[in-house]
């Protein structure tokens, strides 16, 4: 993930948050974010996958001894690959924990 990536989404969960403390929380602009989010979601996944195809690639070419990769450049994607990975473990677990506190509310 590109630090340019990385400040699109921090940008996009920036205007969620404002959104949600502007009390526009259940407009119908909330569902259009919803959908905004879902897919906010799927590309961060995809993301996240491609990052770590990209390392396992680069891994694979430096085993094999390939000119082209290097070890700084390898290393460089692992540690990327894994904050990424790590980043959207996170914000699974957030999810998670949201869910979890409105389904004990009670009604």
């Known amino acids: ?6 400040n699109q989404v921090l940008a996009q969960m920036r205007a969620m948050a404002t959104a949600a403390s502007s009390g526009r929380v259940g407009s ?3 569902a259009a974010q919803g959908a905004d989010f879902g897919a906010l979601m799927k590309d961060s996944i995809n993301q996240v996958n491609e ?9 694979t070419a430096f085993e094999a001894g390939s000119p082209d990769v290097n070890l700084p450049e390898m290393m460089v994607a692992m540690q990327k690959a894994s904050l990424s990975f790590q980043a959207m473990t996170q914000v699974r677990n957030k ?3 949201a869910y979890q506190e409105v389904m004990n509310m009670q009604v």
Request: avoid cysteine.
């Open 1 to 6: 993930m590109s630090d340019m990536e990385i």
């Open 28 to 30: 119908e602009s909330d």
């Open 51 to 59: 990052a770590q195809s990209h390392a396992k690639a680069m891994a």
């Open 95 to 97: 999810l998670l924990s």
